[in-house]
Antibody
């Protein structure tokens, strides 16, 4: 069964840091681009960025560029999101998602999400 | 960034109705568009990819059409489990951008 499970969310103060993890199972993790998408409470979906299958290429939304870093460890079937200089508007549920055909931007499997709250 | 204008933002419908949701891109995106369904408290699910291709396991009452700048998601014969929020997503170029969503509510 193809599955993604996020972890690492929580409450953090403005200016603080947090590292999210996404563990994949039931598929060959290293064959797929992986993406982070977030959703502020009661709001729509926002694409944050992606990692290519080997982690060589990453790309970020302007809203997080320079503050967030996506990485992966294919030996551990895991994707990471390092979030620094957090702001109140980073408060959201963070989802990791798998590219449908390995490299495209159709997301056929999503994690359950992990909530990040940035507040003092 | 490409802007995706999705309409309507919400609609009320009854079981059995035909429902149409549209997305308009601020520039041509060929067929690089997907549609997602999201239920409260859950992650989104892929319905349609490449504008008109039904994802595996998705009921055939869902269909997508369009190319270039104008796209449509149609639900033929709305079912109780279809009451949800629907999003389009363009992946023609980065940053990927979603429409603002359409909430389909029960009339």
């Amino acid at each position: 069964q193809v599955q993604l499970v996020e972890s690492g969310g929580g409450l953090v103060k403005p200016g603080g840091s947090l590292r999210l993890s996404c563990a994949g199972s039931g598929f060959t993790f290293s064959d797929h681009y992986m993406t982070w998408i977030r959703q502020a409470p009661g709001k729509g979906l926002e694409w944050i960025g992606y990692s290519s299958s080997r982690g060589i290429t990453t790309f970020y939304a302007d809203s997080v560029k320079g503050r967030f870093t996506i990485s992966r460890d294919n030996a551990k079937n895991s994707l990471y999101l390092q979030m620094d200089f957090l702001r109140a508007d980073d408060t959201a549920i963070y989802y990791c998602a798998r590219s449908y055909r390995g490299y495209d931007s159709n997301f056929d499997c999503w994690g359950q999400g992990t909530l990040v709250t940035v507040a003092s | 960034a490409i802007q995706m204008t999705q309409s309507p933002s919400s609609l009320s419908a009854s079981v059995g109705d035909r429902v149409t949701i549209t997305c308009r891109a601020s520039q041509g995106i060929e067929d690089q568009l997907g549609w997602y369904q999201q239920k409260p408290g859950k992650a989104p699910n892929l319905l349609i990819y490449a504008a008109s291709n039904l994802h595996s396991g998705v009921p055939s009452r869902f269909s997508g059409s369009g190319s270039g700048t104008d796209f449509t998601l149609t639900i033929n014969g709305l079912q109780p489990e279809d009451f949800a929020t629907y999003y389009c997503l363009q992946h023609y170029n980065y940053p990927l951008t979603f429409g603002r969503g359409t909430k389909v509510e029960m009339k």
